[in-house]
Antibody, heavy 117, light 106 residues
Framework: QVQLQESGPGLVKPSQTLSLTCTVS??????????WSWIRQHPGKGLEWIGY???????YYNPSLKSRVTISVDTSKKQFSLKLSSVTAADTAVYYC?????????WGRGTRVTVSS | SFELTQPPSVSVSPGQTASITCSGD??????ACWYQQKPGQSPVLLIY???NRPSGIPERFSGSNSGNTATLTISGTQSIDEADYYC?????????FGGGTRLTVL
């Protein structure tokens, strides 16, 4: 079955760009209704949707983060990526990649990102 | 903006039925889903499109959605069901999560 794995730096300095990659295994990244999302969870808090990408490259972002977010896909590598610019301490969170556009049926294990100098 | 409201905590005795609510404006006109998250783990999809269970999810989990409220019901609650539960819906292509409910099985 499909598995997702996040990767990227666990520490990012304020004002820099957070970059994470999600690798999809056990299935195709570009078959059928293949939407892929990023979701984050602040420490001890609830879930916040960041945005999604269709395997063709079309995207939609959370309006509250839209000005700082870019999600891209590389189907040849079975990966999709998140870039979040101008980060602050408020962006410290566990970042999850997940399969789905409006319902998320597969999640990665999450990667903790701390924003600190 | 569209918001979903959940009670912060719910307690239930083993073997009893737990109900967790999720409120939002005209939520019944949208599809709701539910996730379970245990400490240190990723969320797991429990219910999608109001009342459908993915394969592998026990039958004791069920959902409903009408008016302004979606409800997750856990019948015959077990100690392993102690976790955080999140509702989620989407509005105008924006995904929204509820704040989460911690279920304690006493």
């Amino acid at each position: 079955q499909v598995q997702l794995q996040e990767s990227g730096p666990g520490l990012v300095k304020p004002s820099q760009t957070l970059s994470l990659t999600c690798t999809v295994s056990g299935g195709s990244i570009s078959s059928g209704n293949s939407y892929w999302s990023w979701i984050r969870q602040h420490p001890g808090k609830g879930l916040e949707w960041i945005g999604y990408i269709y395997y063709s490259g079309s995207t939609y972002y959370n309006p509250s983060l839209k000005s700082r977010v870019t999600i891209s896909v590389d189907t040849s590598k079975k990966q999709f990526s998140l870039k979040l610019s101008s980060v602050t301490a408020a962006d410290t969170a566990v970042y999850y990649c997940a399969r789905g556009q409006f319902t998320f049926d597969r999640w990665g294990r999450g990667t903790r990102v701390t924003v600190s100098s | 903006s569209f918001e979903l409201t959940q009670p912060p905590s719910v307690s239930v005795s083993p073997g009893q039925t737990a109900s967790i609510t999720c409120s939002g404006d005209k939520l019944g006109d949208k599809y709701a889903c539910w996730y379970q998250q245990k400490p240190g783990q990723s969320p797991v999809l429990l219910i999608y499109q109001d009342n459908n269970r993915p394969s592998g999810i026990p039958e004791r989990f069920s959902g409903s959605n009408s008016g302004n409220t979606a409800t997750l019901t856990i019948s015959g609650t077990q100690s392993i069901d102690e976790a955080d539960y999140y509702c989620q819906a989407w509005d105008s292509t924006t995904v929204v999560f509820g704040g989460g409910t911690r279920l304690t099985v006493l």
